[in-house]
């Protein structure tokens, strides 16, 4: 019995030493003056920026030359939402029928 109160008392007083602990020690993390002194990105002027502009097609490339009344494009038609009705999971006429012997007609 003594053993067994000794070892709950021990258990609950690091318990309280774990807690008092980790409530005042220091943080963790702690902020560098380095990442508190982090620089806006570059803002860049659209006008400045130079886009590099594609290459004329050459003379082979222009054996297909694409007719100006397009082909409509297929019409696809929506799948179905609806499922088909599964079957009722009880046979209705033999409970009317099982019904109808217990209790007798109109009942």
């Known amino acids: 019995m003594w053993k067994s109160l000794f070892l709950n008392v021990l258990r609950v ?57 397009p082909k409509p494009a297929p019409k696809i038609s929506k799948p179905k939402v609806a499922y088909p009705q599964p079957p009722h999971p009880y046979d209705m006429q033999a409970i009317e029928e099982f019904n109808q012997e217990l209790y007798g007609k109109g009942n």
């Open 13 to 69: 007083v690091a318990l309280i030493v774990l807690i008092v602990q980790l409530t005042f020690s220091p943080a963790f993390a702690q902020e560098t003056p380095e990442a508190v002194n982090i620089q806006p990105p570059e803002i860049v002027n659209p006008n400045e920026v130079k886009l590099p502009i594609p290459d004329e097609p050459k003379a082979e490339d222009s054996t297909t030359v694409p007719s100006s009344n």
